[in-house]
């Protein structure tokens, strides 16, 4: 995440955190973009109060149907994703892949990054190769190439 926040630092936009969780991922996203607004999707609150957005950047509910409408909630196109939303059960974690990947692109900026714990299809990115000493499989990195809207 660190180097994903290094490579979007000149580009405008919120960062968008698909899976709260614990909120670990949360909380480190917000320690090394300070500046950003954090937008957080998950259908349940599980973490620590202090790891929880306020309601405005929380949207709760499934994320297949909150995806849709986001943008004009949001405001803006995000310059960074993170997604990692999932359960232990496999084919339901591909499911809600398939359905968010081909629905983001109109929620991202142009040369915005998805960082992704599952493989994604989004149409008009592309894969980006893992930074040095990220174990293949680990992450998924796609970078936006056109403005989708
Ligand atoms: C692996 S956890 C995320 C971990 C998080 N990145 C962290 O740092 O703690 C996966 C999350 O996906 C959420 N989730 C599962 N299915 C979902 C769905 N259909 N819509 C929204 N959230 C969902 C779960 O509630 C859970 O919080």
Same mark, same amino acid.
């Given at each position: 995440m660190d180097w994903a926040a290094a490579e979007i630092s000149a580009l405008p936009g919120p960062v968008l955190e698909f899976g709260l969780g614990n909120g670990r991922t949360y909380d480190h996203l917000r320690s090394c973009m300070p500046g950003r607004e954090i937008f957080v999707f998950d259908c349940q609150i599980a973490a620590h109060p202090d790891c929880v957005p306020d309601r405005r950047h929380l949207l709760l509910g499934d994320v297949r149907k909150t995806l849709f409408g986001a943008l004009s909630r949001i405001g803006a196109q995000a310059a960074l994703a993170h997604y990692d939303i999932g359960t232990g059960d496999k084919s339901y974690t591909a499911e809600v892949a398939a359905a968010v990947g081909s629905a983001? $692109?109109?929620?991202? $900026?142009?040369g915005a990054l998805v960082v992704s714990s599952q493989m994604l299809v989004i149409p008009g990115s592309l894969e980006v190769p893992l930074p040095k000493g990220v174990a293949p499989s680990r992450y998924y990195i796609y970078r936006m190439g056109s403005p989708l809207l």
């Open positions: 983001l $692109a109109p929620l991202l $900026a142009c």
